[in-house]
């Protein structure tokens, strides 16, 4: 893989979308179900057999659709304390043909999401420059806060300060007020984006 590539298909995803309106989140009718899940997860006495329970209800209950529950159980296997990572890949690619089968409005939104989720497989796997392929392709898909904040990680990881830096310029300059906010709060509180907070 040849990184300078690479790197310049991330400036040009961000140069050439810097003015457009950010097109991503789950669906209204989701958010709350997804919200349910995700602090599941984030408590400490986190059991995975019980999150999956709740997923499995959440989407038998058509609170969330097929392509959200994959998801969900993707990051329950990928989650630090579980660390299945054949079944979260696994997962990843049923995800990914679920959003092809439903297509429709959503479908960049969920094919940012599946290419997000295997970039944070090889991340957790000490693949950096793989997790970087798959993070630029999630920001080409789908411009947001999350996917800029994991093109900048992976960029550190792999000691490229300088370009993690001028690409967090460059963002700073031309993207919307509440995507750079949401990113600067990431550099405030993320451990992995330490090197960018302003002295």
């Known amino acids: 893989m040849d990184y300078r590539l690479l790197l ?12 457009f309106t950010p097109t991503g989140s789950a669906p209204a009718s989701q958010r709350d179900a997804m919200h349910e899940i995700a602090q ?17 209800r959440l989407h ?33 690619g049923e ?12 479908l960049q939104h969920n094919l940012a999401a599946v290419d997000r989720h295997r970039g944070v497989l090889a991340f957790m796997r000490n693949q950096y420059e793989v997790a970087l392929d798959y993070f630029s392709r999630a920001l080409e898909r789908e411009r947001s806060s999350e996917n800029l904040q994991n093109v900048l ?3 550190l990881r792999l000691d490229e300060e ?15 007020a509440e995507i750079v906010e949401s990113l600067n709060a990431s550099i405030a509180r993320d451990p992995d984006l330490a090197l960018l907070r302003e002295e």
Do not use: T
């Open 8 to 19: 310049d298909r991330i400036y040009q995803s961000v140069d050439s979308q810097a003015y």
């Open 40 to 56: 599941a997860l984030g408590r400490p006495d986190f059991e995975a057999d019980n999150v999956r329970s709740l997923a499995r």
């Open 60 to 92: 038998g209950a058509g609170r969330i659709d097929r392509v959200r529950y994959l998801s969900a159980l993707h990051v329950i296997e990928a989650h630090p304390r579980v660390a299945n990572w054949a079944e979260a890949a696994r997962l990843a």
């Open 95 to 106: 995800q990914e043909m679920a959003a092809l089968e439903l297509g429709g409005p959503e």
């Open 153 to 155: 990680c992976s960029l």
């Open 162 to 176: 300088a370009d993690a830096k001028n690409l967090l310029d460059m963002i700073r300059r031309s993207y919307p």
